[in-house]
Structure formats: structure tokens, C-alpha cells
């Protein structure tokens, strides 16, 4: 199983940044996604995660409003819209996996680095 994580880069605050996670090696529609993210210096932290029955999303308060996490299941991605953004939402972003019924994600993406700054 592998997740590629991509679209990170530098951004404004205030603007606006679109990651994506590409799955392979799974059956994509048969797992929980999640995306978690990583501070210089931080504990990593639940950002938001999609159901894969659904596609019902949940988000962490720190995100609520301003992001928004949807699937394609036909193309195997899972995508992170990400609006108004701020400084302290840079850090490294991580996608993950999580099978049916379970309660951790079993597989993790390399992550792809987003920087808010003027």
C-alpha cells in the first residue's frame, strides 16, 4: 500500500492551497482517509478525515470553516482544500489510511510540506 501526498508548497495567509494523497495498492473505497499534519516542533495532529462509506467528513475545530476534505474514489485520491490560511498552518501534511472497523490508520503517506508566510 502506498499514499503520495502532493500540492503543498508556500502560500500566503489568507490564500488559498489544494493537497492531494493518490492511494495504490489498496482498495481505495474500502478505507477510512484521513489527513494529519505535523509542526516544526509540534506533535503531529488529526486534521479532518472522510468516511468511505459516504464520504461524510469530520475536522478538527482548528480547521472547521476553512478546510475541506473530499474523495474520488475512481481516481483512488483523496483531496485537502485548504482556504483562509494562517502561519500556524504550516507544518507537513500527512495522508492516511484506515481499515474498516479499526481504530488506527494502518498506512501513511511521506507527507508534502506547507509554508503560510508573507
Known amino acids: 500500500v502506498q499514499l503520495q501526498a502532493s500540492g503543498g508548497g508556500l502560500v500566503e495567509p489568507g490564500g488559498s492551497l489544494r493537497l492531494s494523497c493518490a492511494a495504490s495498492?489498496?482498495?481505495?473505497?474500502?478505507?477510512?482517509m484521513g489527513w494529519f499534519r505535523q509542526a516544526p516542533g509540534k506533535e503531529r495532529e488529526f486534521v479532518g478525515a472522510?468516511?468511505?462509506?459516504?464520504?461524510?467528513?469530520s475536522y478538527a475545530d482548528s480547521v472547521k470553516g476553512r478546510f475541506t476534505i473530499s474523495r474520488d474514489n475512481a481516481k483512488n485520491t483523496m483531496y485537502l482544500e485548504m482556504d483562509s490560511l494562517k502561519p500556524e498552518d504550516t507544518a507537513v501534511y500527512h495522508c492516511?489510511?484506515?481499515?474498516?472497523?479499526?481504530?488506527?490508520?494502518?498506512?501513511w503517506g511521506q507527507g508534502t510540506l506547507v509554508t503560510v508566510s508573507s
Open positions: 492516511a489510511a484506515r481499515r474498516a472497523f479499526s481504530a488506527s490508520y494502518a498506512y
Open positions: 495498492g489498496v482498495t481505495f473505497s474500502s478505507y477510512d
Open positions: 472522510i468516511s468511505r462509506v459516504g464520504g461524510v467528513a
